[in-house]
């Protein structure tokens, strides 16, 4: 199985948002990741526009219907009925719901599916009547899965922040790659698809794409832009994806 690699825009768009101009350019930069092969892009476009902004949406998804019909949009976001109208409207291949407040500077830990579950269960259904996969945000729990399986949900992904803050520490980045990789197992048993992010970098996915073989597709945003910046976004989509395990 190869795991596809979604390019998250939104540090584009923050470093595009320090100036009134038109550069550097979403839609550009995000067009030269799907030539060198990433498979999608993600946005997480919030209420204050910091960094995505709504009128991003349509553009991107202009982009992906008249030069690359193959490569899929997902959107990331809490599911306030503003989100899921704003989602829908310009008809994503994936949602993916994350339990943020609007005030967090990014995502920090995965749904509680026990106890929040019944909120999730309408909004999942809403989506995916409209023709997009819903993929739920998810800590490194395997207890949580069957929760999360209830709400109908086609993927969870896993949040993998604490492991990319091991990258000083390998025995701690042992110990969380079990936990991811357990609970991926766990979702796989359930019939749910597994997807990845937070903080991955060209170092530490190939030890994970190892330990969760059946992983569908990571999202990565911050360390791939930083990456950019020295590589290119070219060659850095093609680092990734051979971390990926790609042939590239």
């Known amino acids: 199985m190869t795991v596809e690699l979604s390019v998250n825009l939104n540090a584009v ?23 060198a092969g990433a498979h999608g892009l993600t ?35 809490y599911p306030t009925p503003e989100f899921v109208e704003l989602a829908l409207s310009v008809r994503p291949e994936q949602v993916t719901l994350v339990p943020d407040d609007p005030s967090q500077p990014t995502s920090d830990h995965g749904w509680d599916f026990a106890a929040q579950g019944s909120f999730l269960v309408p909004v999942v259904e809403r989506l995916k009547g409209a023709g997009a996969r819903v993929s739920l945000f998810a800590d490194a729990d395997p207890s949580q899965m069957e929760a999360a399986a209830a709400t109908s949900c086609d993927r969870v992904e896993l949040y993998t922040g604490p492991y990319g803050g091991t990258f000083d520490d390998p025995a701690a980045a042992r110990e969380w790659i079990g936990r991811l990789g357990a609970t991926a197992d ?63």
Do not use: K, Y
Not at 47 to 57: E, G
């Open 13 to 35: 768009a923050m470093l595009r948002n320090r100036r009134d101009l038109p550069w550097p350019s979403v839609t550009g930069l995000g067009r030269i990741a799907l030539v």
């Open 186 to 248: 766990a979702a796989l048993s359930l019939g749910l698809g597994v997807n990845a992010g937070h903080d991955l970098t060209v170092a530490n996915l190939p030890p994970l794409v190892a330990r969760i073989p059946h992983l569908a597709e990571v999202s990565i945003g911050h360390g791939l832009t930083a990456d950019a910046l020295e590589h290119g976004m070219a060659e850095t989509v093609r680092r990734f994806r051979r971390a990926c395990g790609q042939a590239v």
């Open 43 to 77: 946005v997480h476009p919030r209420p204050d526009q910091r960094h995505i902004r709504f009128s991003d949406l349509p553009e991107i998804r202009a982009l992906i219907d008249e030069e690359f019909p193959g490569a899929e949009f997902n959107i990331e976001g």
